[in-house]
């Protein structure tokens, strides 16, 4: 049983570039998830979907950001114009919905991709 | 207030003892509670989740929660240097099972 996978694990990239990072969640999960975390803090959410509707989006996802889900599969996320201010870690992680399911809702996080815009 | 508190620490405890974390939440409708592992430069690895009032066990770990005070704690027993990492708190809020809330986390040296 694989778990989530992320792409890359880390990029350097100069302010105002932009960058895509991908995600595969655990292949029968169909939520997934996209956090981002900071040095001295938890992870904070961005975003996610259910297959591959986007249902929720939080105020820290500025339009710089988008994150795609297109066949409820993997997952893109999106940053244009990056700032140096958008380094930091960002985690996607995947559960499985469903009523009466043991462990609903757990979500498992992938290995990360680290992000350092200079 | 933050959503989620837990202190920063670090907290020490030495080989073989109970380490025990807390957590307060500001949510009262929130029904869902979690701990995370995180080791320095890794991710999170979910080691307990817990949705009823009382106890949960597995292996050294126990989760408690008490939904009237707000309250989840972890116990970690027999503690070993390979537990000191930082402990994440995560807290489904009301209205929904999507997101998690996180607390900034409990950094736990076990020192022989």
């Known amino acids: 049983d694989t778990g989530v996978s992320q792409d890359p694990r880390h990029k350097i990239t100069k302010r105002g570039q932009n960058v895509t990072f991908r995600c595969d969640p655990i292949s029968e999960h169909n939520r997934l998830y996209w956090y981002r975390q900071t040095l001295g803090q938890g992870p904070e959410f961005l975003t996610y979907?259910?297959?591959?509707?986007?249902?929720?989006k939080s105020r820290l996802l500025s339009d710089r950001f988008s994150a795609e889900r297109p066949k409820g599969s993997f997952s893109t996320l999106e940053i244009q114009r990056t700032e140096q201010g958008d380094s930091a870690m960002y985690l996607c992680a995947s559960s499985l919905t469903g009523v009466g399911l043991v462990g609903l809702y757990e979500q498992y996080f992938g290995p990360g991709t680290r992000l350092t815009v200079t | 207030q933050k959503e989620v508190e837990q202190n920063s620490g670090p907290l020490s405890v030495p080989e073989g003892a109970i380490a025990s974390l807390n957590c307060t939440y500001s949510d009262r409708g929130s029904q869902s509670f979690f701990w995370y592992r995180q080791y320095s430069g890794k991710s999170p690895e979910l080691i307990m989740s817990?949705?009823?009032?009382g106890d949960k066990e597995d292996g050294r770990f126990t989760a408690q929660l008490n939904k009237a005070s707000q309250y989840v704690s972890l116990l970690i027993r027999d503690s070993q240097p390979s537990d000191s990492a930082t402990y994440l708190c995560?807290?489904?809020?009301?209205?929904?099972?999507?997101?998690?809330?996180f607390g900034a986390g409990t950094r736990l040296a076990v020192h022989p």
């Open positions: 995560a807290v489904n809020p009301s209205g929904g099972y999507n997101k998690l809330i």
């Open positions: 817990i949705y009823s009032n």
């Open positions: 979907f259910q297959n591959e509707a986007q249902l929720e």
